[in-house]
């Protein structure tokens, strides 16, 4: 991995150059390759070497890029986990991690972790190129380079907020990782913090804290799912740009939305084709993993939805397993979720299909309420009155609900898998609102 051989190299150029800022550090370019170098030395010793693999966790940002360092310079393959994992889930996703890597011997250099649809730790096997291939046109389409500090409010286990640190590291510039998401912690960071790598609702957060006067924030990179108009309006009054893109574990990136774009029209990321067969985007490029189904062409898919216009723009309609078909009508979860972000006192929304013995099955709306301590019955009232105004029949949630928290991922993406195993089993503390 490019990161390796660049570390070192400004690490001898500029030792004191500042590597990792914040909480988790300081931690220079000079004392980063130092420890990279003096780890490998430790796992050689104990007979780490190519093919092999070298098992991390995100519990320390400095410790997991040490290992990283390290594994790379040894030919070996990282295995990024995640610290909040059981011990049963732990040891289950590295041995699933090594039957992933096997056919793939010394190509293999990284294996993150996606949670697929059904939550279970799944994993992803990359090349070094399949990543640092991209960094250059990373970095010209979104301006991070050398001179920034780069925001990552996120838990590495996540390939979102990993690719980030790893471009950021890799270009020169400096990361500043929180230990864990906090609004207040984001905000605060952005005194210093020159871009970030965020999922939508983490933005969406931020701008409500974000102080022009005192924020240095001029980018904001969203990745993981489509970010709202009026988020996206308030970061360009707070003088952010965002970028946002399209992109999964397995595929890297595929499509990408300039500044200045019509919200949700992307292009294909460069060196990307796209493919749309009855309405699923197929992706080929020297970014795709090396543990993920392709066709006889090449093209791989994780069944997104999307459809692509005669002027080559592409648009992501969401995921195609999770589909809701009511009374014939074919609903994506992720059009009705955007609408329902909108109404009042709602931070964020989880929209799911629950089987019906007539219409097949009817839409069903998990609330995360905002701060406004709004009581149940008028959020009751307000939902139901802002879906009747701006949501089709068919598209309307027949059943609501209200929880303190939905459940995320390690992205901080709301956890659909999650949401629909916690309200079969009654594990999500959920209280009706229908």
């Given at each position: 991995?490019?990161?390796?051989?660049?570390?070192?190299?400004?690490?001898?150029?500029?030792?004191?150059?500042?590597?990792?800022?914040?909480?988790?550090?300081?931690?220079?370019?000079?004392?980063?390759?130092?420890?990279?170098?003096?780890?490998?030395?430790?796992?050689?010793?104990?007979?780490?070497?190519?093919?092999?693999?070298?098992?991390?966790?995100?519990?320390?940002?400095?410790?997991?890029?040490?290992?990283?360092?390290?594994?790379?310079?040894?030919?070996?393959?990282?295995?990024?986990?995640?610290?909040?994992?059981?011990?049963?889930?732990?040891?289950?996703?590295?041995?699933?991690?090594?039957?992933?890597?096997?056919?793939?011997?010394?190509?293999?250099?990284?294996?993150?972790?996606?949670?697929?649809?059904?939550?279970?730790?799944?994993?992803?096997?990359?090349?070094?190129?399949?990543?640092?291939?991209?960094?250059?046109?990373?970095?010209?389409?979104?301006?991070?380079?050398?001179?920034?500090?780069?925001?990552?409010?996120?838990?590495?286990?996540?390939?979102?907020?990993?690719?980030?640190?790893?471009?950021?590291?890799?270009?020169?510039?400096?990361?500043?990782?929180?230990?864990?998401?906090?609004?207040?912690?984001?905000?605060?960071?952005?005194?210093?913090?020159?871009?970030?790598?965020?999922?939508?609702?983490?933005?969406?957060?931020?701008?409500?804290?974000?102080?022009?006067?005192?924020?240095?924030l001029r980018t904001a990179v969203c990745g993981g799912a489509h970010l709202r108009q009026d988020v996206d309006a308030?970061?360009?009054?707070?003088?952010?740009?965002?970028?946002?893109?399209?992109?999964?574990?397995?595929?890297?990136f595929v499509a990408i939305r300039r500044p200045g774009a019509p919200a949700g029209v992307m292009r294909p990321f460069?060196?990307?084709?796209?493919?749309?067969?009855?309405?699923?985007?197929?992706?080929?490029?020297?970014?795709?993993?090396?543990?993920?189904?392709?066709?006889?062409?090449?093209?791989?898919?994780?069944?997104?939805?999307?459809?692509?216009?005669?002027?080559?723009?592409?648009?992501?309609?969401?995921?195609?397993?999770?589909?809701?078909?009511?009374?014939?009508?074919?609903?994506?979860?992720?059009?009705?979720?955007?609408?329902?972000?909108?109404?009042?006192?709602?931070?964020?929304?989880?929209?799911?299909?629950?089987?019906?013995?007539?219409?097949?099955?009817?839409?069903?709306?998990?609330?995360?309420?905002?701060?406004?301590?709004?009581?149940?019955?008028?959020?009751?009232?307000?939902?139901?009155?802002?879906?009747?105004?701006?949501?089709?029949?068919?598209?309307?949630?027949?059943?609501?609900?209200?929880?303190?928290?939905?459940?995320?991922?390690?992205?901080?993406?709301?956890?659909?898998?999650?949401?629909?195993?916690?309200?079969?089993?009654?594990?999500?503390?959920?209280?009706?609102?229908?």
């Amino acid at each position: 991995m490019a990161i390796s051989r660049d570390v070192i190299r400004r690490a001898a150029a500029q030792p004191d150059r500042p590597a990792v800022t914040g909480p988790c550090g300081p931690v220079s370019f000079g004392e980063l390759a130092a420890r990279g170098r003096a780890r490998a030395d430790e796992l050689a010793a104990r007979g780490v070497g190519p093919g092999q693999q070298v098992v991390t966790s995100d519990g320390d940002v400095v410790a997991l890029l040490v290992d990283l360092l390290a594994a790379d310079l040894l030919g070996a393959a990282t295995v990024v986990t995640d610290a909040r994992w059981p011990d049963s889930v732990r040891a289950a996703a590295v041995q699933a991690a090594a039957s992933a890597a096997a056919p793939h011997g010394d190509d293999v250099c990284l294996v993150v972790f996606t949670s697929g649809s059904t939550g279970t730790p799944r994993p992803v096997a990359r090349t070094r190129q399949s990543w640092t291939f991209s960094f250059p046109a990373f970095s010209a389409l979104t301006g991070v380079g050398d001179a920034d500090t780069v925001l990552i409010p996120g838990g590495l286990s996540s390939s979102l907020f990993l690719f980030g640190a790893l471009h950021a590291l890799t270009m020169g510039a400096a990361i500043h990782p929180l230990p864990r998401w906090s609004p207040e912690a984001a905000a605060d960071a952005c005194q210093h913090c020159t871009a970030v790598h965020a999922v939508p609702a983490m933005l969406a957060a931020l701008a409500d804290r974000l102080e022009p006067a005192r924020s240095r924030l001029r980018t904001a990179v969203c990745g993981g799912a489509h970010l709202r108009q009026d988020v996206d309006a308030a970061l360009r009054r707070a003088g952010v740009t965002v970028v946002d893109y399209y992109g999964a574990a397995e595929l890297s990136f595929v499509a990408i939305r300039r500044p200045g774009a019509p919200a949700g029209v992307m292009r294909p990321f460069p060196n990307v084709e796209v493919d749309i067969r009855d309405g699923v985007i197929w992706a080929r490029s020297p970014y795709l993993a090396l543990s993920v189904e392709r066709d006889h062409a090449g093209f791989a898919t994780v069944g997104d939805l999307g459809v692509r216009r005669d002027d080559g723009t592409l648009t992501v309609a969401g995921r195609a397993d999770g589909v809701i078909t009511t009374g014939g009508s074919t609903i994506i979860p992720e059009a009705v979720e955007e609408v329902l972000r909108h109404a009042p006192n709602v931070a964020d929304v989880a929209v799911v299909g629950r089987a019906h013995d007539t219409l097949g099955e009817v839409v069903v709306a998990v609330v995360e309420p905002g701060d406004d301590g709004v009581a149940l019955h008028d959020l009751r009232r307000n939902l139901r009155a802002w879906a009747a105004e701006h949501l089709t029949p068919a598209e309307r949630p027949r059943v609501w609900y209200a929880v303190d928290r939905l459940p995320r991922t390690a992205s901080g993406k709301v956890a659909r898998a999650q949401v629909v195993a916690g309200l079969a089993d009654g594990t999500l503390s959920a209280r009706t609102l229908s």
